[in-house]
């Protein structure tokens, strides 16, 4: 197992495993690589959906999206798709985030495999948000490490949902507040854990100072020096840590058809 | 010569092609896909400062930089060094040299010691980063001019009387806000961090709203590209349509880039 870093901070290229075929050690070391680098690119994978969804169940159990569209035969999997003959020819996962924030337990990691991947474009960026907390000015750091957000899935997700069933997706999925800097539960790093998708306010402050304070976070999140962006290829896996990790695609490939199938990884109460 | 795009809206890599022995149907070819690409990358180009040069000059007369350091012999070079006195350089998203009444085409950057991991420069096409924009604020933007001025960047560490001294050698610039690049038509944000200082004719608060809004139509990762470069890398960039911001993500390792700036005109 080769290991090349993508960046000073995070991200890391694991070379020489085939995850089709992992021995109990090769999975303890792609789970410390993992904490470490908090983004991994394993390239050269030829996985079947059923293996993918093999491969995650190592790292714990998988979750069944509410929203999203879900593969034919595995729900674990969510399809990322546009463009080509799909009719859908806008790519709407263009903002940094973490995944599904709106839930009480959000999830620790994501594994996200190319399917279907245009020639030029369609990169994926990841924002270490552990580096972009450290470099917040002092008195913003001071001002938001007590506070907490509440996240809404309604922003991002009701256009996909019938008028009816909003009300009872809204008494299953009701609002929820996490911190809004996030300690991460394994390695006690501290990481920004807002976003423009599902973050709606910080908790506790008047409206003109939660968007303040929002954009000051956003702002380090979208700085390039704490960023890596991944080009993908149809043999390419992607494995982010949620709990410091933002991440963002592109849509530049646009019409051309692109096809990603993700899995996601259930975790804990953000604290 | 094979032309490799590098994301859907900007950059290109070049391969099979020597720099340092061009002819005139190469130059041809890479000045069209220097317009179509607005940034275009060669790998192991081992130039001699000469070189570098007379590549440059291939696309139009030089800049000598009147702040930044130059290799002695070299006064079209600007060497662009971090290390331990400056731990970065450049890490804000802009133009080159937009201070100036003609600002630069171009900028050749070639790598000399890059680090191991970091220090990537990112690019963003600014013409989409300009049609991404919502209606409302692209009617609010689109007759404006905004002042640029060095002395936000490089009047730092000028005393008051050498400030006021280069002050009158360049006075501010007034530029549009969105740029018609002379050559293709296309209109891109030319507004940057490190050297406009405000919006002319409209209040404070709403300069800085809008610059903010420009700038964050550039951060749009949809728009970019991400270069990593090694020794012997050299980028070239459409000062015109495009902007960069180096990472700051490299420090204790150094980095040493240097520059050839080719002279642009008067934006309209």
């Given at each position: 197992?080769?290991v090349?870093?993508?960046?000073?901070?995070?991200g890391?290229?694991?070379?020489?495993?085939?995850?089709?075929?992992?021995s109990?050690?090769?999975?303890d070391?792609?789970?410390?690589?993992?904490?470490?680098?908090?983004?991994?690119?394993?390239?050269?994978?030829?996985?079947?959906s059923?293996?993918?969804?093999?491969?995650s169940?190592?790292?714990?159990n998988l979750?069944i999206?509410?929203?999203a569209n879900?593969?034919?035969?595995?729900?674990?999997i969510i399809?990322l798709?546009?463009?080509?003959?799909?009719?859908?020819?806008h790519?709407?996962a263009?903002?940094?985030?973490?995944?599904?924030?709106y839930?009480?337990?959000?999830?620790?990691g994501?594994?996200?495999?190319?399917?279907v991947?245009?020639e030029?474009?369609?990169?994926t960026?990841?924002?270490?948000?552990?580096e972009?907390?450290?470099?917040?000015d002092?008195e913003?750091?001071?001002?938001?490490?007590?506070?907490?957000?509440?996240?809404d899935?309604?922003k991002?997700n009701?256009h996909v949902?019938d008028k009816?069933?909003i009300e009872?997706?809204?008494?299953?999925?009701?609002?929820?507040s996490?911190?809004?800097?996030r300690?991460?539960?394994?390695?006690r790093?501290?990481?920004?854990?807002?976003n423009?998708?599902?973050t709606a306010?910080?908790d506790?402050?008047?409206?003109?100072?939660?968007?303040?304070?929002l954009?000051?976070?956003?702002n380090?999140?979208?700085?390039?020096?704490?960023?890596?962006r991944?080009k993908w290829?149809e043999?390419?896996?992607?494995l982010?840590?949620?709990?410091?990790v933002q991440?963002?695609?592109?849509?530049?490939?646009?019409?051309?058809?692109?096809?990603?199938?993700?899995?996601t990884?259930?975790?804990?109460?953000?604290f | 010569m094979?032309?490799?795009?590098?994301?859907?809206?900007?950059?290109?890599?070049?391969?099979?092609?020597?720099?340092?022995?061009?002819n005139?149907?190469?130059?041809?070819?890479?000045?069209e896909?220097?317009?179509?690409?607005?940034?275009l990358?060669?790998?192991?180009q081992?130039?001699?400062?000469?070189?570098?040069i007379e590549?440059?000059?291939?696309f139009g007369?030089?800049e000598?930089?009147?702040?930044?350091?130059?290799?002695k012999?070299?006064?079209?070079i600007?060497?662009?060094?971090?290390?331990?006195?400056?731990?970065?350089?450049?890490?804000?998203?802009?133009?080159?040299?937009t201070?100036?009444?003609?600002?630069?085409?171009?900028s050749?950057?070639r790598?000399?010691?890059?680090?191991?991991?970091?220090?990537?420069?990112s690019?963003?096409?600014?013409?989409?980063?300009?049609?991404r924009?919502?209606?409302?604020?692209?009617?609010?933007?689109?007759?404006?001019?905004?002042?640029?001025?060095?002395?936000?960047?490089?009047?730092?560490?000028?005393?008051?009387?050498?400030r006021?001294?280069k002050?009158?050698?360049?006075?501010?610039a007034?530029?549009?806000?969105?740029?018609?690049?002379?050559?293709?038509?296309e209109r891109?944000?030319?507004?940057?961090?490190?050297?406009?200082?405000?919006?002319?004719?409209?209040a404070?608060?709403?300069?800085?709203?809008?610059?903010k809004t420009?700038?964050?139509?550039?951060?749009?990762?949809?728009v970019?590209?991400?270069?990593?470069?090694e020794?012997?890398?050299?980028v070239?960039?459409?000062?015109?349509?495009?902007?960069h911001?180096a990472s700051?993500?490299?420090y204790?390792?150094?980095?040493?880039?240097?520059r050839?700036?080719?002279?642009?005109t008067?934006?309209?």
């Open positions: 197992m080769k090349v870093r993508l960046n000073n901070f995070f890391a290229e694991v070379q020489g495993i085939d995850l089709r075929n992992l109990t050690k090769a999975i070391d792609l789970q410390r690589l993992w904490l470490e680098h908090k983004v991994l690119v394993l390239r050269n994978q030829s996985l079947t059923e293996e993918h969804v093999n491969f169940k190592h790292f714990g979750e999206h509410p929203f879900k593969h034919v035969d595995y729900q674990e399809v798709e546009s463009g080509g003959s799909t009719k859908k020819t790519y709407s263009t903002d940094w985030h973490s995944d599904v924030t839930r009480e337990k959000p999830p620790m994501s594994i996200l495999r190319g399917v991947v245009p030029v474009g369609g990169d960026c990841f924002a270490n948000a552990v972009a907390y450290s470099r917040l002092l913003t750091k001071n001002a938001v490490s007590e506070l907490t957000a509440t996240h899935w309604f991002k009701h949902l009816k069933d009872s997706t809204r008494k299953k999925y009701p609002l929820v996490h911190p809004v800097i300690t991460h539960p394994e390695t790093e501290k990481a920004i854990f807002t423009n998708f599902f306010h910080i506790g402050v008047d409206e003109n100072r939660s968007n303040t304070l954009r000051r976070l956003e380090a999140i979208r700085d390039p020096s704490i960023q890596i991944v290829d043999t390419t896996i992607v982010w840590d949620n709990r410091c991440h963002t695609g592109t849509d530049d490939f646009l019409p051309a058809h692109r096809r990603m199938e993700r899995t990884i259930l975790g804990d109460r953000p | 094979n032309i490799h795009p590098i994301t859907g809206f900007v950059g290109a890599e070049i391969t099979d092609i020597n720099l340092a022995r061009t005139k149907g190469e130059i041809q070819a890479i000045k896909e220097w317009l179509r690409h607005k940034v990358v060669f790998r192991n081992d130039l001699t400062r000469q070189e570098h590549f440059g000059k291939n007369e030089l000598v930089h009147p702040f930044a350091p130059h290799p012999e070299y006064p079209e600007v060497k662009i060094i971090s290390n331990d006195k400056v731990q970065y350089a450049a890490s804000n998203w802009h133009s080159d040299v201070w100036r009444q003609k600002p630069s085409m171009g050749i950057l790598g000399r010691t890059i680090p191991e991991v970091g220090g990537d420069t690019f963003a096409n600014t013409a989409e980063a300009y049609n924009l919502d209606p409302e604020i692209k009617d609010r933007v689109d007759s404006l001019y905004a002042i640029h001025d060095f002395s936000k960047t490089f009047g730092r560490n000028m005393s008051e009387k050498e006021k001294e002050q009158k050698k360049y006075p501010p007034r530029h549009p806000v969105i740029r018609t690049h002379p050559e293709t038509g891109g944000i030319y507004t940057n961090k490190p050297f406009v200082s405000h919006i002319e004719g409209i404070r608060d709403e300069s800085q709203y809008l610059l420009l700038q964050h139509a550039i951060q749009s990762p949809s970019q590209c991400r270069i990593k470069w020794v012997n890398t050299i070239m960039w459409d000062n015109r349509i495009v902007q911001q700051n993500d490299f204790p390792q150094k980095r040493h880039v240097e050839v700036t080719i002279i642009g008067k934006p309209v």
